[in-house]
């Protein structure tokens, strides 16, 4: 909802495909379980992610000057991969509902091959992950 003569700002996920941090072992799990095809709209972090569909929305609601422009930048820690991968999978349901789907015996190869895969993400003991996001802004004037 925007309210009269005033702005609204959203920052939000673009697609998952560059945000590596989100994808890189949703990626290589998905090849291990049976995903079903997921609702566009369903409440997760990449529901905003496709150009133009949080801006439509804002314009839909009444909003003027509506400009949409991407961020990029990098997650970055001092944290080893073992630590990345006790963060990511405590930190997202969807991909803990995910592993529980596999077998015990499927977890070790599955996590070496998200560590294979994210080592480029790893160099010098530091993660550093490319990121990219939507800035989303509009304004609606009570005149």
Known sequence: MIVDDGYISFVVWCREEANPFFS????????????????PDAPDAFRFAAPGKLAGILEKGGAKNVIERNLNFEIKASISFEQFWQLR???????????????????????????????????????????????????KSAK
């Open 89 to 139: 999978t405590e930190m997202s349901e969807t991909l803990r509902a995910k592993m529980a789907r596999l077998s015990p015996a499927q977890l070790p190869t599955i996590k070496q091959t998200v560590a294979d895969a994210a080592q480029k993400y790893f160099a010098s003991g530091t993660m550093s992950f490319p990121a990219e996001a939507l800035i989303v802004t509009g304004r």
């Open 24 to 39: 890189t072992i949703t990626d290589v799990i998905d090849r291990f379980v049976e995903v079903p095809p997921e609702d």
